[in-house]
C-alpha cells in the first residue's frame, strides 16, 4: 500500500507547477508536531500542502503526501500505513481531505500518541477537530485559509509585490496608505469591481469561462460531500441547506427574520439553527452578532450573509449593491477582527470602531458625533479624513 501511494504521489508532483504561495504559508508553524489548515474548497489547501512537500524535500526530509478520498484507500486502515512509513524513515505526514475518512479525529490522536512524526492535515471545517470526542482539539494548532483577499488578487493577477496592513493603521492612515501603494497603472476601481464579482477563489484564473458553474460545484460539493461525511447532516435533507441558501440570497441582511426564514426554507426552527452554523462552519455563510457581553446575548446571529461577493453574484439570482458591499467588509475583516453589528452603524469592529458602509456620497448623518466612527466609502479611490475607500479593506491579509 505504502509503494502505491508513493506512486501516486510522484505522478501528482510532475502535474503541480503551482510557485505562488498564499498568505498563509509564512504564518504556519510548521514545526508544531500537528497542523490543520482548514477553509472551503477552491481556497488552495492543497496547493499548500503540495508547496511544503516539495519544502520538505528539497531539505532531504522523508515526507509522504496522502490524499484520503484515494479510491484504493478503500478499507485500508491509516495507522497500519502510518507505522509501515515511520518504520521506513518517514519523518512527515501531509494529508489531504481527512474529513474524507470515518473516524478521522481518533485516528488522528492515535497517530500524535504513538509516532514520533510531524502531521499537517486539511478538512473543510474546524467543527469535528474542535468538537471531537477524541480531543483532538489539544493536540492540534488551526490554521484558516480564506480566499483571495483584494490585495492578493492584484498581486497574484498583477504580479505586484503589496503589503498587508493591521486594521489600525488603516483607520488612522487611510489616505496615506492609499496614496503610496505601487498602483498607479492600474484602474483600482475596475480591478475591484472585478475581485467583487469573481476574484475571491483562486481557481478563477484556470477557470474563467466556466468560474460560476464550477463555483456552484463547489457549494454542492460542500454540502453533500464535506457536511454528511462528518455525520453533521443526513444526504435526504441536503437539498433543505441548498434552499436555505437560496432563501438567505432573497433576504436583505438588516431583515432577519428566523421565523420566515424557516417558513421559506421549509425546516423547523431548532434545525435553522444547526443549519445556518453547518453553512457557516462550511464557509458557506458569514454570521455576525451583535455587541452585546453577558446574559444578554442572545444565541442567534444579527445579520447573516453569504460568506463572500463571489458566492452573491454566482448564486443569487439578483445582487443588491447595498448588500455586495456589506458582505466584501464583512468577510475580509472578520477573518482577522473581531467584528459585529453596530445600533449606531453598520458595523464595530474591535469593538472600538464604528463603521456605516456606503456609496461615494455616503455621508457621516447616522454616526456624526460618534468617537472613532468612519464611512467606509465604495467608488472611491482615496479616502479624506474619516471617509475611507472600501477597497482598502482588502488590504488586510
Known sequence: MLENIKKYQERLKKSFKIEYKRYIYDTIDFNDKMIALFGSRGVGKTTTLFQHLKEL?????NAL?????????SGADLIDIVEEFVDSGGEYLLLDEVHRYEEFASYLKTIYDLFDIKVIFTSSSA???LNAKSDLSRRVTLYNLAGFSFREYLKFKHRLTLQSFEIEDIFSNHREIANNLPLQ???????????????YYPFYFDKQTSYYQNLLNTINLTIDV?????????????????KLLEVICESKPFEVNYSKIATLAEIS??????????????????????NIDGLKKVQKAAKIYLNNTNLLFAY???CEIGTVRET????QVSHKYKLHISKQGDFVVEKKYIVEVGGKNKSFAQIKDIANSFVVSDDTEVGNGNKIPLWLFGFLY
Do not use: H, W
Open 57 to 61: 524535500e528539497s531539505n532531504n526530509k
Open 65 to 73: 503526501y496522502i490524499s484520503l478520498d484515494y479510491p484504493f484507500l
Open 127 to 129: 467543527t469535528s477537530i
Open 185 to 199: 497603472e492600474i484602474n483600482i476601481l475596475k480591478e475591484f469591481k472585478e475581485y467583487i464579482e469573481v476574484g
Open 226 to 242: 464535506d457536511l454528511t461525511s462528518l455525520g453533521l447532516v443526513e444526504q435526504k435533507y441536503t437539498y433543505k441547506l441548498k
Open 269 to 290: 426552527r431548532v434545525k435553522l439553527y444547526d443549519y445556518l452554523s453547518y453553512l457557516a462552519n462550511g464557509q458557506m455563510l458569514l454570521l455576525v452578532d451583535e
Open 316 to 318: 443569487c439570482s439578483s
Open 328 to 331: 466584501f467588509f464583512a468577510n
